[in-house]
């Protein structure tokens, strides 16, 4: 089967002039499944708005950052505490197999697919033996 | 001047301790996980005001037809289960973290609340719920009268 492109993963806060000093940062739960054409990366990014999430990819890194603005009034009694509000960031080290061009998002009820095709150099090609 | 403080803060700090040990004996789930539901899924927060109760899951993926929420008296419950599970796949994994098994967490509020006002709305994969506290359980003002 194909060769493992994922070599190492670096977590916590991505750098990134737009967010506010003092944001908790969350690592997201991330299923990753890789077939010989692509990676495929599912998020789960809940309270994060399509417009509040940002993903670069540069240099085989890729990053995710996204924002949750609480939804709890500031001086919220609170009887149960499980999350708090904050920002999701998690990036990957992918190496140089994307094609960056063609890598495409969806993000839908909270949760984020990325679709990041092989380049055409590394997917594996039958060779055709013909019979002498 | 600053030790009158620290003494304020000590004894607010220790009685918040005991409010939230206290809370936690009613919020505390029902029940343990065993393989098959989840009994601890989802992450919860709850939170009051004086009319209403609010609690919010966090439901990254669900569908609205995929959660069912159910309130008697002070006991909130929520089930859940995808429609689409992960399938046989010849591809390999390299990350799975999402819990993906159906979900039956029960939550024991600390009044009750009026289940036929109950409001839930699905957002962004956060699930919110509105619970108006049953009418006894309300802070009622009393009205001074002059003698």
Redesign the interface.
Known sequence: ??T???TKESRGPAVNEGLRAGTRWYVP???????DEE??L?A??????PEDLDIQYQGGELSITGQVTP??PPN????????AAGGYSRSFELGETIDSARISAEHK???LTLRLPKIEAVKPRRITVKAG | MNSTRDTGFFHLGRLRGEMDHFLSSFLAPVGRDNGDVSESYPSLNVWEDEANIYAEAELPGFKLDEIEIYVVKNELRLKGQRKETPGETKAIYHRRERELLPFARTVHLPVDVDGEKVKAQLRDGLLTITLPKAPEARPRKVELTKP
């Not at chain 1, 919220?76 to 999350?83: D, I, N, Q, V």
Request: hydrophobic letters at 45%; proline letters at 3%; aromatic letters at 8%.
């Open positions: 089967m194909s493992q492109t994922l739960a991330v299923d990753i499944t890789e077939t990676l495929l599912v789960e990014l809940p309270g994060v708005k939804s709890y919220a009694r609170f009887l149960l505490s499980e999350y009820d909270g949760v």
